[in-house]
């Protein structure tokens, strides 16, 4: 049993940046996905990024060219870099993970506020 632990959240002025980090506390076997998801006040929570273990990437629209997602896999980490931060980017951030037998992880969130 592990579970996911994010660190790096925090306040910023629009057109800073940011850089999450993910991983587990304890072992997680057989990790095949990782990423992140979002939720701001009174919106549903939605994907922002993942990644496969073999490096394949999926983002969403709203953060293409903005953010980047990476992953060391012999770490189980997975990292979020924010750049150009817009103050609609505001919301909790979860890190997610999935292993190989759909078994889903969740990590309980870390707060990103940008000002205008």
């Known amino acids: 049993q592990g579970q996911l632990v994010e660190s790096g959240g925090g306040l910023v002025q629009a057109g800073g940046s940011l850089r999450l980090s993910c991983a587990p506390s304890g072992s997680i076997s057989s990790i095949h996905n990782m990423g992140w998801h979002r939720q701001a006040p009174g919106k549903q929570r939605e994907l922002v990024a993942t990644?496969?273990?073999?490096?394949?990437?999926v983002y969403a629209t709203s953060v293409k060219g903005r953010f980047t997602i990476s992953r060391d896999n012999a770490k189980n980490t997975v990292y979020l870099q924010m750049n150009s931060l817009k103050p609609e980017d505001t919301a909790v951030y979860y890190c997610?993970?999935?292993?190989?037998?759909?078994?889903?992880?969740w990590g309980q969130g870390t707060q990103v506020t940008v000002s205008s």
């Open positions: 990644i496969t273990r073999a490096g394949f990437t």
């Open positions: 997610t993970a999935r292993t190989i037998f759909n078994s889903n992880y």
